[in-house]
């Protein structure tokens, strides 16, 4: 049995899916690369620049079978060209919706396939909002290692906070977040940057008296102390500690309220106040 997440605080290092790892890439990206137990097939998420991940296939003796896209922003798919030439035979799935060239297999809301290589199957969930064309995958589990589901959500959920509203509205990604809340609560929360530190920062002044966010924080700082990754994430963790999954929860909707003036009509209120005050969050 599983306890509600206020009746603990879930530890913010949670233990990695033993076959996904990331490639850092840029700044602050993150690119998911998975294997398969022989360790000889490859798919990676959101490849925005090629050489770390050839650098990191090259390594581990991986040849590239599948891609997956989540949204057509440059730091998530400007390694594609690269990545197809050197592996002609990979197959690259992104959204039915999006211009980027390359995708071989266009995926919309309630699509479902099999990752080439590996034992695993995705739900596609469309969820815009950050772009319009933005999708996540989500594998009830990928191999047998490990049972947790994984969900890769680029950059609509991160880990604390939300992608910025670019494309889409509030309502639109208030609808996205929603469905993605919506998933297992030990589902494994893989988002495309490690923003995490900078995105407790600002959910600590939206609840400052949320005390598994405090407890978030603390463990979070000891990570990034250590140089470890704080994605993935949980879903658990995420509604226990992430204002924009929390638009429902007293203290965000009295913040809402302070910032607005008024009392917030709905959650879509509550989100897009909220949204506003971190895109201004120094
Ligand atoms: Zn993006
Ligand atoms: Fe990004």
Same mark, same amino acid.
């Given at each position: 049995m599983n306890p509600p997440a206020t009746a603990g605080v879930p530890h913010a290092s949670v233990p990695p899916h033993p076959a996904i790892v990331p490639v850092p890439a840029f700044a602050d990206n993150y690119i998911w690369l998975l294997s398969d137990r022989e360790r000889r097939r490859a798919a990676v998420v959101d490849p925005g620049d090629a050489a770390p991940v050839l650098a990191a296939l090259a390594s581990a003796g991986l040849t590239l079978a599948a891609v997956l896209v989540t949204h057509h922003h440059a730091d998530h798919v400007g390694g594609l060209p690269e990545l197809r030439a050197a592996f002609p035979d990979a197959v690259v799935h992104g959204p039915a919706?999006?211009? !980027?060239?390359?995708?071989?297999r266009r995926w919309r809301a309630g699509d479902a396939f099999g990752l080439e290589g590996f034992d695993a199957r995705f739900d596609v969930i469309e969820i815009p909002g950050h772009t319009l064309d933005h999708i996540a995958f989500f594998a009830r589990r990928i191999g047998d290692d490990d049972l947790r589901p994984v969900l890769f959500?680029?950059?609509?959920?991160?880990?604390?906070g939300c992608g910025r509203v670019f494309e889409g509205t509030a309502a639109q990604m208030t609808a996205s977040l929603g469905r993605l809340a919506a998933l297992p609560h030990d589902t494994l929360v893989y988002c495309?940057?490690?923003?995490?530190t900078s995105n407790l920062r600002f959910a600590l002044a939206v609840e400052p008296d949320n005390a598994a966010l405090s407890e978030r924080v603390r463990q979070t700082a000891e990570l990034r102390a250590a140089g470890?990754?704080? !994605?993935?994430?949980t879903l658990a963790l995420e509604r226990a500690t992430n204002p924009f999954l929390r638009t429902d929860a007293d203290d965000v909707r009295r913040a809402a309220q302070t910032r607005l003036g008024h009392a917030p009509a709905d959650p879509v209120e509550v989100f897009a106040a909220v949204r506003a005050w971190k895109d201004g969050f120094r």
């Open positions: 919706a999006s211009r !980027v060239e390359g995708i071989d959500c680029g950059d609509t959920l991160f880990a604390g495309a940057h490690e923003y995490t470890t990754p704080t !994605v993935p994430s």
